[in-house]
T-cell receptor, first 115, second 113 residues
Framework: DVKVTQSSRYLVKRTGEKVFLECVQDMDHENMFWYRQDPGLGLRLIYFSYDVKMKEKGDIPEGYSVSREKKERFSLILESASTNQTSMYLC??????????????FGQGTRLTVV | DQQVKQNSPSLSVQEGRISILNCDYTNSMFDYFLWYKKYPAEGPTFLISISSIKDKNEDGRFTVFLNKSAKHLSLHIVPSQPGDSAVYFCAAGRSGSARQLTFGSGTQLTVLP
């Protein structure tokens, strides 16, 4: 079974703090993604990475950065947390199967509250 | 510009009846589609997928139908069970795209006992 683990289930941070969200996958997948989920907006892509030290902006990268120093770990960084970054953050590890199908495996999510 | 749309934010169905969740897309380059299920405080889990070369895929109580001409897909759950109550996300992908998947906004399904 693929396992994607996010370091925290719940976090409360103050405005202006630097916040690190960690994600680790154990299946040697190359592609890893960070999404945020907000009511009525679904899953919005923040950043993704298709290899170590490689990163690409998603649809809403402003206020975020990422780090992929090792294949199994993909970190999301909020440089200076703001209240509009209060959200559920989901990390995913994605693989293309031999049938050409893509499947995403998600972590359990981190509910971040910025006060 | 939302390329994948789930126009119904919520749906309530009686236990034992059919649940039909709908999804529309605008990008004709998408060539595979997936449905994910999400319980509160958990990450989404894969449910079922379909390739654009098919118009139907079935897995137990879950069937996904694809109408390429209408750029529409639907997920049927028969019979619906209270444990099916969750948010369902439709996702679409394009072969060779590094972005991999585009998700819809989700539909909250409530199955009433």
């Amino acid at each position: 079974d693929v396992k994607v683990t996010q370091s925290s289930r719940y976090l409360v941070k103050r405005t202006g703090e630097k916040v690190f969200l960690e994600c680790v996958q154990d299946m040697d997948h190359e592609n890893m993604f960070w999404y945020r989920q907000d009511p009525g907006l679904g899953l919005r892509l923040i950043y993704f990475s298709y290899d170590v030290k490689m990163k690409e902006k998603g649809d809403i990268p402003e206020g975020y950065s990422v780090s992929r120093e090792k294949k199994e770990r993909f970190s999301l960084i909020l440089e200076s947390a703001s209240t509009n970054q209060t959200s559920m953050y989901l990390c995913a590890s994605i693989i293309r199967t031999g049938l050409g199908r893509t499947e995403a495996f998600f972590g359990q999510g981190t509910r971040l509250t910025v006060v | 510009d939302q390329q994948v749309k789930q126009n119904s934010p919520s749906l309530s169905v009686q236990e034992g009846r059919i649940s039909i969740l709908n999804c529309d897309y605008t990008n004709s380059m998408f060539d595979y589609f997936l449905w994910y299920k999400k319980y509160p405080a958990e990450g989404p889990t894969f449910l079922i997928s379909i390739s654009s070369i098919k118009d139907k895929n079935e897995d137990g109580r879950f069937t996904v139908f694809l109408n390429k001409s209408a750029k529409h897909l639907s997920l049927h759950i028969v019979p619906s069970q209270p444990g099916d109550s969750a948010v369902y996300f439709c996702a679409a992908g394009r072969s060779g795209s590094a972005r991999q998947l585009t998700f819809g906004s989700g539909t909250q399904l409530t199955v009433l006992p």
